[in-house]
């Protein structure tokens, strides 16, 4: 048995880190000092500076703090009281800290709600200039909103940053951040976030270990340092923190659990002192880990990330040009990139079990090329879609493809539209990166129309305008069926030079880490109305460029149907007034309008 003489305690830190384990303290605040401490200071985000800035540079004010658990008001909470002179309250309800200048209710939530009413009571004194003191209100919004009276300056503020992320007040006295909006894929914070958990110095523990060279924890850790690895997976974090709130607490959970898989090192040395080298696959690899792999289903719906991660279904898409390169994975026509992805001797990434024997990809590859035993190669070929409960090897193959070959398809994102269910998001990218340098590409926003006027409609074509069925019929229609609608109102049309794209963010804020990963529709009305505006996701993004391409629904009980209705309905409250009733005909392909209605209805109304 070989000695546990080089356990290295970061291993341990990240475990604790992940919600999905059963020591999972490190994942709290309040107890996560002994995992700090190992794996060291806290990111630094620009939340930290903003708080900071805000407490030094005022005597009186309000700032508020609203998120989901796990978004880091706590730790925020600690550079408020840091940059005050008091210490940090360690239980939940309003503590009056410095004679009475300081006010801090950590957590809301934990607060008996008879007493909720009181606290922000005591918020609107200071806004009001009755009481002078500083004040530190963390919240989750679904607590928070209830108490707040309709039209007030407080409940505008907390509106306001609930869409746009930022709410402040008149210089700045009142200053409301929602955490949930707080992303950590931005270019600054994201190599910040991974080096956190795989920075090379913490990994120095493992110099000595008998299992070095075999160990998949340590192997993980080094290919996160990997550029293209990092970029493979920021992309797919970007998808995830644009489909759901992902909080720092998750986030960390799918680092961890790609990084260790909830192994210890006294578990790899024991396996592998029991299986040898082939006691590690490509099923232990990072590519497959942050992906949810190896967990059972109920632990990926319970954390909202890695249920978005593993709704991408990164290797899930058919390639035939990456599945034709795991037959000639040893040839010298392939790119450098894939022959190095099929692996060599030691290679424990590229490991797989294959007729109860350890292969590598290439030697796979390989095995079902050439091999003149039919048995042998049928049996290997049934392995290729599943292997037990876990994913085949050809999954593996196209997962380890992405992260570690993606300059084979022309890069990162040219990868993950081959690769995954998101075929559209580097064209979203793309877009967004022209929308940051002030240009509108006409092109997309010509076939988003298009596909509005598709799934709303049933009219593929935009004919120059974006057509506004009505709201209700368009929560009525079953976006996920291929049959065309029946006849709907349309409300009227809107030329397509009145629609335009836009960055998600109304203004531009540095008060938080953010990344610009969702589109903004917006449809200009007649002059003095409000526009009218739709936040596009990058499902909702890949629904309407597929149903402007390929006039293909997205599936059935599909969720962009309440958003687009919501759409249509902003829209049509401060839409010109239209006095002609007109039809929209699916199967016909037409619009109809007076005096033409009884051709439209035939009978079928």
Not at 98 to 108: E, I, P, S, T
């Amino acid at each position: 048995m070989t000695p546990l003489a080089h356990v290295n305690p970061t291993v341990d830190a990240l475990n604790r880190l992940s919600i999905l384990q059963a020591h999972q303290g490190g994942a709290y605040r309040e107890h996560s000092a002994e995992s700090r401490a190992v794996l060291g200071e806290d990111i630094e985000t620009a939340a930290q500076a903003t708080v900071d800035r805000w407490v030094r540079g005022r005597s009186s004010g309000v700032l508020i703090l609203t998120g989901n658990a796990g978004t880091g008001k706590t730790a925020l909470a600690e550079v408020f009281c840091a940059a005050a002179g008091v210490d940090a309250p360690t239980v939940d309800g309003l503590r009056v800290l410095a004679d009475g200048r300081m006010l801090v209710c950590k957590d809301l939530s934990g607060v008996p709600e008879m007493r909720r009413g009181a606290i922000v009571g005591q918020a609107r004194r200071i806004i009001d200039g009755e009481v002078e003191a500083l004040m530190l209100l963390c919240a989750n919004e679904g607590v928070l909103t209830p108490l707040l009276a309709e039209g007030e300056q407080l409940q505008l503020l907390v509106e306001q940053a609930l869409v746009e992320a930022v709410g402040a007040g008149p210089d700045d006295k009142i200053l409301v951040l929602n955490m949930n909006r707080q992303r950590w894929t931005g270019e600054r914070i994201w190599p910040r976030l991974l080096d956190y958990a795989v920075g090379e110095a913490k990994w120095a523990a493992c110099s000595g270990c008998p299992v070095f060279e075999h160990c998949p924890i340590r192997r993980n850790a080094a290919a996160l340092r990997r550029p293209e690895p990092r970029e493979a997976l920021r992309h797919l974090m970007q998808i995830a923190s644009a489909e759901t709130v992902a909080p720092l607490r998750e986030m960390l959970t799918v680092v961890s659990h790609g990084v260790t898989g909830g192994a210890t090192c006294g578990s790899v040395i024991e396996r592998y002192d029991r299986e040898g080298r082939g006691a590690f696959t490509a099923a232990e690899a990072y590519f497959n880990l942050l992906v949810g792999g190896g967990l059972a289903a109920e632990d990926v719906e319970s954390v909202p990330v890695f249920r978005a991660l593993a709704a991408i279904g990164i290797g899930e898409a058919t390639d035939l040009q990456a599945d034709a390169w795991l037959r000639e994975a040893r040839s010298s026509s392939v790119p450098e990139s894939v022959a190095s992805a099929g692996g060599s001797d030691g290679d424990v990434h590229a490991q797989v079990l294959v007729i109860r024997k350890t292969l590598t990809f290439a030697e796979v590859g390989e095995l079902i090329t050439v091999d003149p035993d039919r048995i042998r190669v049928e049996e290997a070929l049934r392995g290729m879609l599943a292997a037990g409960s876990g994913p085949g090897y050809l999954k593996l193959w196209r997962r380890r493809l992405y992260f570690e070959a993606h300059t084979a398809f022309g890069g990162a994102r040219s990868a993950l539209g081959r690769l995954s269910h998101y075929r559209s998001f580097g064209l979203m990218l793309g877009t967004i990166d022209e929308l940051k340098s002030g240009r509108e590409p006409t092109g997309v926003r010509k076939r988003l129309v298009q596909g509005l006027n598709f799934l709303g409609a049933g009219m593929p074509a935009s004919a120059g305008e974006l057509h506004l069925p009505d709201p209700g019929m368009t929560a009525a229609r079953d976006l996920g069926s291929f049959l065309p609608p029946p006849p709907l109102v349309v409300s009227g049309s809107i030329p397509i030079d009145r629609v335009h794209l836009g960055r998600e963010r109304a203004q531009e804020h540095d008060l938080l880490d953010h990344d610009d990963i969702r589109i903004r529709i917006t449809v200009e009305q007649s002059a003095g109305s409000a526009p009218g505006s739709m936040i596009v996701s990058p499902s909702l993004f890949e629904a309407l460029i597929g149903a402007a391409d390929y006039c293909t629904p997205p599936g059935p009980d599909a969720p962009e149907s309440a958003e687009l209705g919501q759409f249509y309905a902003r829209v049509q409250s401060t839409i010109d007034s239209f006095t002609q009733i007109r039809i929209a005909d699916g199967g016909a392909l037409k619009i109809f309008c007076e005096p033409n209605m009884d051709e439209a209805l035939d009978g079928r109304f």
